[in-house]
């Protein structure tokens, strides 16, 4: 469980809330999702207070993100670390509350205060995300090279994302992490978050190279 938190210079901090991370490969997440659904209500707001007064001592500017482990009975939580910049997940928690993280972290590394206190920042809804690899399933999941032939990113509807840098001829190289897109969604309910991310994975067509 990871919690999203973002300081100025004017010594404020807030977080945004927190993140489920829990689904990985390799120590890798792939799925993503906000808020964490199973978290009872007086956990997450302990999870919460803990990253805030965390990063409160330590006097921090920046985005970034707070990083526990909870155990199974959910109600113990142990401090990892802190990762300060934003995470490549940032975009589950953009879509539940509504704030553009990118911005306010150029917003507070220009020296502004924040444009938003805790009491505004509310969560609507439920997102998820799903780390599109260029992988090979059927070989363990071995990372794959080559040129992208074909490409098509399905125009969503309200609530569906893709964030991606690729098109049709990009040559895929060995030297850089092996995720080529993100595909997000936000739904009333974690059901319809679910419902509106496999419709994207299911139209979305990627040729040339396997992927997850």
């Known amino acids: 469980i990871e919690v999203q ?3 100025d210079e004017q010594g404020n901090i807030i977080h945004l809330f927190e993140r489920d991370c829990s689904i990985q490969r390799r120590h890798q ?10 978290l009872p209500k007086e956990l997450r707001q ?3 207070d803990a990253a ?3 990063m409160k001592n330590v006097n921090y500017l ?3 993100t707070v990083e526990f482990l909870v155990d199974e009975n959910e ?21 539940v509350t509504g704030i553009d993280l990118v ?3 150029v917003k507070v590394a220009s020296g502004e205060r924040l444009p938003f206190n805790q009491n505004d920042i509310q969560i609507n809804g439920s997102a998820i995300e799903c780390r599109i690899n260029a992988e090979d399933p059927s070989k363990n999941f071995m990372p794959q090279v080559g040129k992208v032939r074909y490409l098509y990113f399905p125009v969503g509807n309200l609530g569906m994302r893709i964030d991606s840098d690729l098109y049709a001829g990009w040559e895929i190289t060995p030297f850089y ?3 080529i897109a993100k595909v997000i969604s936000l739904g009333q309910d974690r059901h319809e978050a679910i419902e509106k991310v496999k419709r994207l994975l299911s139209e979305m067509l990627i040729t040339g190279v396997k992927t997850n």
């Open 5 to 7: 938190i973002i300081g």
């Open 29 to 38: 997440k792939v799925i993503e999702m906000a808020p964490a659904w199973s």
């Open 46 to 48: 302990n999870i919460c």
């Open 52 to 54: 805030v007064k965390l």
């Open 62 to 64: 920046n985005a970034g």
């Open 75 to 95: 109600k113990d939580f142990y401090f990892i670390e802190v990762n300060p910049r934003i995470q490549v997940e940032h975009t589950v928690t953009e879509m």
């Open 103 to 105: 911005k306010a972290q």
């Open 177 to 179: 992490d092996s995720m």
